[in-house]
């Protein structure tokens, strides 16, 4: 979910944000740049400490202003692109950085601009005309994604850490291998650069309200984590809301402490209901499933037609992924419904629904997971829209630990039209 161009307050808890007033500027200074403003952007971990993210405000010497997303890191990334700084609050030296000069990310200045892109892919043997660059995706420190639109064709570029690059490209072989519909792989470097094709369709969260209320969708959508569940890979999933859990309970009870007593009772209550799952449970999962990374036929939406950011696959609790994307309809219901569309916001949280009846349909001895996966995924949503401190932010927050305690309420009754016992994914409206 994104606040979009809404101003947003930084909300300062000591405990969650440095002091930003302080750090950002001798970060910039010498640099012939001036701070005007910094607005809290996001907050996420990094290796032992946090990175948060902003939106600085700047000015230039001849007065030319500029907006910059800039990143301090307590967690001891570092470059020659960064400036080591004191947090005055705590006496501690922090990185800060300016994308796209992200230190974990070292290619990723090459691919941000057209005539770097150019000559690069036509070193790699593909050449490009007059190409047009948009970023896809951006995780600061993990990864990025940037669409190459050309007379040619279009291409993703992927940059992500060195080291990913080989395990990844061995994990689309082998998805691709499985007959699974993710992207081929065109071309890599050891830098951290994978090319990969264009995969056919659109996003299926572009299409919530021809999707929500077919049963084939939700049919596809099984069938699909069964096919991932054959993919011979022996690597574990990428860690999620769950593994992260102590992380996420102390950075949202920071950043919503009035509801610390709440926030705490949901998390012992994720952790009770979680203890126990057997190793004998997992197989292949996605690792961070959801509707943004499932594309399906445009003329049929309900058939999944492909599969993206596999680098998070790996052996899980097949739970997860389905918490991930019941999570996260959730969320895509609450932002439609916040920017006045009822419609398409009631059709996410019908999708919600039916995906997590069918999960429990499928899988009745496991049926008490699925209430926790969802709500783990939901209480790290709610931290990262309370971290920005806007009242957009704050009140989805709410909403978001309202709805964990209905995804966590144990429902008695046998719904009699289907004998299912139905999981609250969502809060009703």
């Known amino acids: 979910m994104h606040d979009g161009d809404e101003s947003r307050a930084v909300r300062l808890t000591g405990v969650v944000w440095p002091n930003h007033e302080r750090v950002i500027p001798q970060a910039f200074a010498g640099s012939g740049t001036s701070v005007v403003a910094a607005r809290a952007h996001s907050v996420e971990p990094s290796g032992n400490g946090y990175l948060y993210g902003y939106e600085v405000d700047t000015v230039d010497r001849n007065g030319q202003r500029a907006t910059v997303l800039t990143y301090v890191d307590t967690g001891g990334a570092h470059d020659q692109n ?68 050309a007379v040619e064709g279009t291409v993703f570029l992927k940059v992500v850490r060195p080291h990913r690059v080989a395990p990844i490209e061995k994990s689309h072989e082998q998805f691709v291998a499985a007959g699974l519909p993710v992207p081929r792989v065109l071309s890599s470097r050891g830098d951290g650069l994978l090319v990969l094709e264009r995969i056919r369709g659109v996003p299926a969260g572009s299409r919530i309200l021809e999707i929500a209320d077919d049963p084939r969708f939700v049919a596809s959508l099984a069938a699909l984590t069964g096919r991932i569940a054959t993919v011979p890979t022996t690597q574990q999933a990428r860690a999620d809301a769950m593994d992260h859990a102590d992380w996420h309970r102390r950075t949202l009870v920071a950043a919503l402490p009035q509801d610390a007593e709440e926030i705490d009772r949901l998390y012992d209550a994720i952790g009770r209901r979680s203890i126990g799952w057997a190793t004998a449970t997992k197989q292949v999962v996605h690792g961070d499933l959801h509707l943004e990374q499932i594309f399906v036929d445009e003329d049929e939406p309900w058939r999944i037609s492909g599969l993206l950011d596999i680098d998070t696959a790996g052996w899980g609790f097949p739970v997860r992924d389905i918490g991930a994307v019941v999570a996260h309809l959730v969320v895509t219901g609450l932002w439609h419904r916040s920017r ?90």
């Open 82 to 149: 960064s400036a080591i700084v004191t947090d005055p609050a705590t006496g501690d030296p922090v990185s800060v950085w300016a994308y796209p000069n992200d230190p974990g990310l070292p290619v990723l200045p090459q691919v941000t601009y057209r005539d770097a892109v150019a000559e690069l892919l036509t070193t790699l043997g593909m050449p490009v005309t007059d190409p047009t660059l948009t970023v896809a995706a951006y995780r600061p420190g993990k990864r990025a994604v940037v669409r190459v639109d």
């Open 340 to 429: 006045g569309d009822a419609e398409r916001g009631a059709a996410a949280e019908r999708l919600a629904d039916a995906v997590a009846r069918d999960w429990v349909a499928r899988n009745p001895d496991q049926a008490d997971r699925i209430g926790p996966a969802i709500g783990a995924q939901l209480l790290a949503h709610a931290g990262g829209q309370a971290t920005t401190g806007s009242a957009t932010g704050i009140h989805t927050a709410e909403q978001l630990l309202a709805a964990t305690q209905a995804a966590l309420v144990e429902v008695t009754p046998i719904v009699p039209s289907d004998g299912l016992v139905r999981p609250r994914s969502a809060p009703q409206v």
